[in-house]
T-cell receptor
Framework: AQSVTQPDIHITVSEGASLELRCNYSYGATPYLFWYVQSPGQGLQLLLK??????LVQGIKGFEAEFKRSQSSFNLRKPSVHWSDAAEYFC?????????????FGQGTTLQVKP | EPEVTQTPSHQVTQMGQEVILRCVPI?????FYWYRQILGQKVEFLVSFYNNEISEKSEIFDDQFSVERPDGSNFTLKIRSTKLEDSAMYFC????????????FGPGTRLTVT
């Protein structure tokens, strides 16, 4: 069955430091992979997605993610974190069929940014 | 920028009562979804809806749940007889013909069943 694992429930980094959030997936076919961010009181906002092609994908807000098939991973990175990046981050895999886009989410990682 | 809206933002109900959660998807979108997130747990898919039919539903989406598009703008999730374990944040999402994964999410409705 398809699944997504985010090993880190909570991460704290200092402002200006680099960030890597881990995501591992289990999916039989070529996965469609996503990272979403949720700020308090807000909906889920798509940061970036991977469908095919270049395994390093760029997203909004300076985020990038790298798809590594051999490791079944899709880790999210940012070279320099800003205080406004504090939020909850969700990795997801697309598991729908036809035109429906069922997403399977990981547990989420809460990012805290220290001044 | 167009957005998905949901009402109410917070609903408190007593066990056994019926609740209807409302969503207004983006106007030209045709595919609609409900997800839920129990506090401290992962976001879970409930149901997808297209062309006035359920396309896919999860095991969670049992006979107590139903969805409807009563008019050209609203998309609703009804829980017929709420249980304590239905307490969760419910997210609506939609997308257009551009692709099934270009989903736009609403801010969620927090449902508390007492």
């Amino acid at each position: 069955a398809q699944s997504v694992t985010q090993p880190d429930i909570h991460i704290t980094v200092s402002e200006g430091a680099s960030l890597e959030l881990r995501c591992n997936y289990s999916y039989g076919a070529t996965p469609y992979l996503f990272w979403y961010v949720q700020s308090p009181g807000q909906g889920l906002q798509l940061l970036l997605k991977y469908f095919s092609g270049d395994t390093l994908v760029q997203g909004i807000k300076g985020f990038e993610a790298e798809f590594k098939r051999s490791q079944s991973s899709f880790n999210l990175r940012k070279p320099s974190v800003h205080w406004s990046d504090a939020a909850e981050y969700f990795c997801a895999v697309g598991a729908g069929s036809g035109n429906t886009g069922k997403l399977i989410f990981g547990q989420g990682t809460t990012l805290q940014v220290k001044p | 920028e167009p957005e998905v809206t949901q009402t109410p933002s917070h609903q408190v109900t007593q066990m056994g009562q019926e609740v209807i959660l409302r969503c207004v998807p983006i106007s030209n979108h045709l595919y609609f979804y409900w997800y839920r997130q129990i506090l401290g747990q992962k976001v879970e898919f409930l149901v997808s809806f297209y062309n006035n039919e359920i396309s896919e539903k999860s095991e969670i989406f049992d006979d107590q749940f139903s969805v409807e598009r009563p008019d050209g703008s609203n998309f609703t999730l009804k829980i017929r007889s709420t249980k304590l374990e239905d307490s969760a944040m419910y997210f609506c999402a939609s997308h257009g013909a551009g692709g099934p994964y270009e989903q736009y999410f609403g801010p969620g409705t927090r449902l508390t069943v007492t």
